[in-house]
């Protein structure tokens, strides 16, 4: 008896998905090494039918060689079976671990790993570089320069400039803060 892998699942799978899962690798290069072994032997059980027998040591061989074929393919088929056991068990902690790995990736994030991702991908502190490293990478080294430079510059104006203007600001909040103390009158709802 072949095993026939015309209308197998495994057949839909690798026309399906191509390569699969490494298991499935395994998996198909067991059946064809395990048909190849049953092929020889049922060619050797071919020969046999050509062989022509006169005597009864003659047909006593033929039969133990033909008992012999069958035992090697019961043997190669029981051996598959058995590896075909330990692939189901392989191919499900192969799918497992996939679908452990999505199930992480698709967990919901709290807000504060949101915020701390948004932060490393602007930062390019992340493994697979930020919006920052990519921006950097496309600007020559003189206009990174030159941008530095404006920074710091307009750093010193706006410094310059709150300096100024924080008096001006403190006093307006005293100024605010009394004008609120004289408009508000405390009501005493027991009498």
Known sequence: MNISMANSPLSVLTQHCGKGLKSTEEKIERFQKTQSQIDFFEG????????????MEEIEEKLELFNNYNDQI???KKQFNQE???HCMDEAKELGEKIAEAAEKLEPKTAEERRKELVEEALGIEDEGGILDELLEDMPEEALQETLDEMLTDGMVVKEE?????????????LTQMYL???YTPIDIKA
């Open 44 to 55: 050797k059980k071919a020969e046999l039918k050509n062989k022509h027998c006169t005597t």
């Open 181 to 183: 103390e004289r408009q």
């Open 84 to 86: 075909q056991v330990m």
């Open 74 to 76: 019961d043997a190669v």
């Open 162 to 174: 709150l300096d100024e203007e924080l008096p001006e600001i403190v006093e307006q909040e005293k």
